[in-house]
């Protein structure tokens, strides 16, 4: 069965930092490309950033660029979003998904919190 | 970039009623297009893929069209377990954008 376990989300002030992880499991990881995907209270889904199966192609929303890293390791079977620079309209649910160009998301986990308050 | 809108925002109908839901994006992204459905507190979960293939698991009165700009997903006979947000995405290229979604409401 596939699962996907975000974690890492919490209370940040803004200009913070925080490092969100997503465990893979069921499924060969290390084949697949991995997005971000985040919901801001009461709306909407934003694609936030995605990785290629073996990291060489990595894009961001311009949203989050310059910002936000996305990474991954392929040995532990896991995605990480690194976030710096924390602002207000950050605050979100933020969802890792399996899934990238020419390829839907098929799988998403249950999403870890975040929240930039001072 | 390109943008998808859909339409209706919210749509109020019965059980049983047939529905439909349009996507459109402003350049032509081929056959690319997923639809999502998500539920209070839920992720979102795939129901479509490109634009008119049924996700393994979903019942069969879901239906999608389309290709090119313009898609539709068909409910054919609404159920009270459908009460839901549904958004559509395109998947053509590396940014992923996303509908702003539609709020489906039992009447």
């Known amino acids: 069965e596939v699962q996907l376990v975000e974690s890492g989300g919490g209370l940040v002030k803004p200009g913070g930092s925080l490092r969100l992880s997503c465990a893979a499991s069921g499924f060969i990881f290390g084949t697949y490309s991995m997005n971000w995907v985040r919901q801001a209270p009461g709306k909407g889904l934003e694609w936030v950033s995605s990785?290629?199966?073996?990291?060489?192609?990595?894009y961001y929303a311009n949203s989050v660029k310059g910002r936000f890293t996305i990474s991954r390791d392929n040995a532990e079977n896991s995605l990480f979003l690194q976030i710096n620079g924390l602002r207000a309209e950050d605050t979100a649910l933020y969802y890792c998904a399996r899934g990238g160009t020419f390829y839907p998301n098929d799988y998403w986990g249950q999403g870890t919190l975040v929240t930039v308050s001072s | 970039d390109i943008q998808m809108t859909q339409s209706p925002s919210t749509l109020s109908a019965s059980v049983g009623d047939r529905v439909t839901i349009t996507c459109r994006a402003s350049q032509s992204i081929s056959s690319w297009l997923a639809w999502y459905q998500q539920k209070p507190g839920k992720a979102p979960k795939l129901l479509i893929y490109k634009a008119s293939n049924l996700q393994k698991g979903v019942p069969s009165r879901f239906s999608g069209s389309g290709s090119g700009t313009e898609f539709t997903l068909t409910i054919s006979s609404l159920q009270s377990d459908d009460i839901a947000t549904y958004y559509c995405q395109k998947y053509n290229t590396y940014s992923q954008t996303f509908g702003q979604g539609t709020k489906l409401e039992i009447k």
């Open positions: 990785i290629s199966s073996n990291s060489h192609y990595i």
